[in-house]
Every structure is written in C-alpha cells, then in structure tokens.
T-cell receptor, first 112, second 113 residues
Framework: KAGVTQTPRYLIKTRGQQVTLSCSPI?????VSWYQQTPGQGLQFLFE???????NKGNFPGRFSGRQFSNSRSEMNVSTLELGDSALYLC???????????FGQGTRLTVV | GNSVTQMEGPVTLSEEAFLTINCTYT??????LFWYVQYPGEGLQLLLK?????DKGSNKGFEATYRKETTSFHLEKGSVQVSDSAVYFC????????????FGAGTRLAVHP
C-alpha cells in the first residue's frame, strides 16, 4: 500500500510569488491535514480537509489556502510569499473516524 | 487551551543506555496521545499511541503510558541504539477534533556507539 506522497520535495521561490504544493493521501483515506514545520515555531497545524470540505483551520493568515479534490488529493497554496514562509510543509492522511495520521516526507519550501 | 510540553533536548546517550523523554499535556476533553519520530530529511512516523487513561502504547522497544492523573505520556526505551537517533515529538488529538494534532516542540536524541 503506497504511503502519503507529497510533490515536489523541494522548491525555491522568490518573495511575492505564489506556490502550490500537492499531497496524495493513502488510498481510501478521506482526511488530509497540512502542517508547517519551522525551527522557531515547531509543527503547526494549518488546516484539515475531509470529503472536499475544510473541516478545521489553524491560526494562519488568509494567504494560506487549500482544497481537496474528489479523489481526496489535496493542494495547498501560499500567495504573496514572505521569507518567513520558508519551512517544511507536511501533509498527513487518515481514514474517516480515526485520529491516527500518516505523514508524507514533506515539501521543503525556501523563499529567497 | 490545549498544549503539549516536552523536555528540551538534545538528549545524548551511549548505546544501550536507558531513555526517558518527558511529555506532559493540557487538554480539554479526553485526548488521544501519540509519539512521532522524525529521522533526518524525512517526514513524521507514528511510533506509538494511547487513546485512553492507563493505556500503554509500545513499538520497537519504546513504551509510553497514558497517565491522566499526572497528565503525562513519557517515552521510554530500555536500551537505545545508534539507529534511534532522531527527533521525537509528543502530540495529542482532542476527541472530535478530527485530525488536528497538537505537537510538542520535539526532543532531539543522539545515540553514540
């Protein structure tokens, strides 16, 4: 059974640009959550999608958005990138009604 | 609010030493508790979990017991190996909070031969 797949693994963007990250969950999993990991703030919850609907949201500005498709694949978008958005972005999937989350390897975003 | 506090690292041990990484939590309701491990350059892997008070989670020689009276979930291993070197995260999920995990700051473990 394939795990959670995140693409791309590495990304370099310039301040002011926007970026889209992709996450393919484990087959059959309907919930996808996104986290930001930085040395200063640690792991912080961004949002969770379930059946194409945002079900939970963390405390991030509106520049951070996401969506989920009918096949449960999810994308997150960050607009007007800032240097502080440089981080490892992790995606996790889980099945309905089960809080056990399985993580992807992450996308490392560097903003220059 | 809900939060997780872990002992600060790094923790440096010799191979075959005993490991304890302390974790305490503050939560409303009845959380599920988890330990995740992150190896260099990788995402997080679930190490073990416990979903109710007095449950003991175990995996790969690691253990942690859900202590409601002390709001703790300390990670232990009797004999660490060099391959256990990684960052360990304690986390909680609130019942009904679906998949919004709240993580501790992480504890880096370095095991030397």
């Amino acid at each position: 059974k394939a795990g959670v797949t995140q693409t791309p693994r590495y990304l370099i963007k310039t301040r002011g640009q926007q970026v889209t990250l992709s996450c393919s969950p484990i087959s059959g999993h309907r919930s996808v959550s996104w986290y930001q990991q930085t040395p200063g703030q640690g792991l912080q919850f961004l949002f969770e999608y379930f059946s194409e609907t945002q079900r939970n949201k963390g405390n991030f500005p509106g520049r951070f958005s996401g969506r989920q498709f009918s096949n449960s694949r999810s994308e997150m978008n960050v607009s007007t990138l800032e240097l502080g958005d440089s981080a490892l972005y992790l995606c996790a999937s889980s099945s309905d009604g089960n809080t056990e989350a399985f993580f992807g390897q992450g996308t490392r975003l560097t903003v220059v | 609010g809900n939060s997780v506090t872990q002992m600060e690292g790094p923790v440096t041990l010799s191979e075959e030493a005993f490991l304890t990484i302390n974790c305490t939590y503050t939560a409303t309701g009845y959380p599920s508790l988890f330990w995740y491990v992150q190896y260099p350059g990788e995402g997080l892997q679930l190490l073990l979990k416990a979903t109710k008070a007095d449950d003991k989670g175990s995996n790969k020689g690691f253990e942690a017991t859900y202590r409601k009276e002390t709001t703790s979930f300390h990670l232990e291993k009797g004999s660490v190996q060099v391959s256990d070197s990684a960052v360990y995260f304690c986390a909680l999920a609130i019942s009904g909070g679906y998949n919004k995990l709240i993580f501790g700051a992480g504890t880096r473990l370095a095991v030397h031969p």
